[in-house]
């Protein structure tokens, strides 16, 4: 890590008070920004989030990607962790804090909608943020999009019933045009013009102009990811002030979620003997929401004030600042796992 990265935590939490404080000194400018916007997909956070992700995709070896799938282990955990764990422990949490440990402070009602709002980032896996979380633990590049690719198609199928089941009710309202230009958005674009980009420097005959576009590239993946924590603390910086006490209630369940799904899968990849490269993509890839189809399906679902879209905003403002306390510290236990293989990159998959 640079210097700029070692201190990364240190600008996320500046970003957080300037979103914060910017947020109530001039909230009309947040709201322009806020109202760009096609199917709940915010289109500067998208352009923010897709600085993020080029310069990660540049580094794709498409050639390699076929050796991911020879050591499937990482790609089970991921799935397993993602779609028979996550949703289940985050309604029982739910459940558990906001009908017993919070009851007499929530009404029933409102303890409902919470649940639901949790239940909705519960089983929505990363797309976008998860790259970044890779990159800054030197995750294999190759191997994260393979499992982004396949948490992808999976949630497509698996995301209407699986909500549907653990909401209670028979009817879930996918914003299909939400999903789809997300991934549009902050996959399949970036990944092109990664694609193109990558073939383009290699055809010149010059490795090394490779690694120079990457080295040039690499601080405004940082940048892009600042930016988006302050319009997303922005956003919501008036929700902050006014309701403080469902917001703290709220965080505490995520939080116990968040740290306990890490440690959960951080152990299982340590069992699988998986290299780090590999276990540490598919942990976060294991933690992280697509906040941003929760937050739509809570909107479309509840309606724009409700209980349950306020906990999707919530588990937008707790996921920055707690997957970067977890990549400091998968970064810190590295010596925990096995080194890669030290042929390509592109095998050290597993």
Request: glycine letters at 8%; hydrophobic letters at 55%; aromatic letters at 12%.
């Amino acid at each position: 890590m640079g210097s700029f990265e070692r201190y990364l935590s240190v600008w996320v939490g500046l970003c957080i008070l300037a979103g914060v404080l910017l947020g109530n000194l001039v909230p009309s400018m947040f709201a322009g920004i806020a109202s760009l916007e096609i199917a709940n997909v915010n289109l500067v956070v998208g352009v923010f989030i897709w600085v993020m992700i080029y310069p990660m995709m540049v580094q794709i070896d498409f050639a390699s990607i076929k050796d991911v799938g020879k050591k499937p282990k990482g790609l089970v955990l991921t799935l397993v962790m993602n779609w028979l764990i996550k949703p289940f422990t985050m309604a029982a949490l739910g459940w558990l804090f906001f009908k017993v440990f919070f009851a007499g402070w929530v009404d029933p009602q409102s303890a409902n909608e919470y649940i639901a709002g949790m239940i909705l980032l519960g089983v929505a896996p990363c797309t976008a943020m998860v790259f970044v979380w890779s990159q800054l633990t030197k995750g294999d590049a190759n191997y994260t999009l393979v499992q982004v690719s396949v948490n992808d198609i999976i949630m497509v199928f698996a995301f209407a019933p699986l909500a549907a089941l653990l909401l209670g009710v028979s009817d879930i309202h996918v914003p299909w045009q939400t999903l789809f230009i997300s991934v549009g958005l902050y996959v399949v674009l970036p990944l092109i013009a990664g694609v193109l980009t990558r073939r383009y420097l290699e055809q010149t005959g010059k490795p090394q102009q490779l690694q120079q576009f990457l080295a040039r590239l690499k601080p405004w993946s940082m940048i892009g990811l600042l930016a988006t924590v302050v319009l997303l603390f922005g956003f919501q910086a008036q929700t902050i002030f006014s309701q403080p006490m469902i917001i703290g209630l709220i965080a505490i369940p995520l939080l116990l979620q968040t740290y306990g799904i890490f440690a959960i899968a951080y152990g299982a990849a340590k069992w699988l003997k998986l290299p780090h490269n590999v276990a540490a993509p598919a942990c976060m890839i294991s933690t992280s929401n697509f906040f941003e189809l929760a937050v739509a399906v809570a909107i479309s679902l509840f309606g724009l004030h409700s209980g349950a879209a306020l906990a999707t905003v919530v588990g937008v403002l707790v996921e920055v600042p707690v997957m970067l306390s977890l990549v400091y510290f998968a970064n810190k236990t590295r010596h925990w796992f096995p080194k890669a293989e030290s042929s390509t990159e592109s095998k050290e998959s597993s």
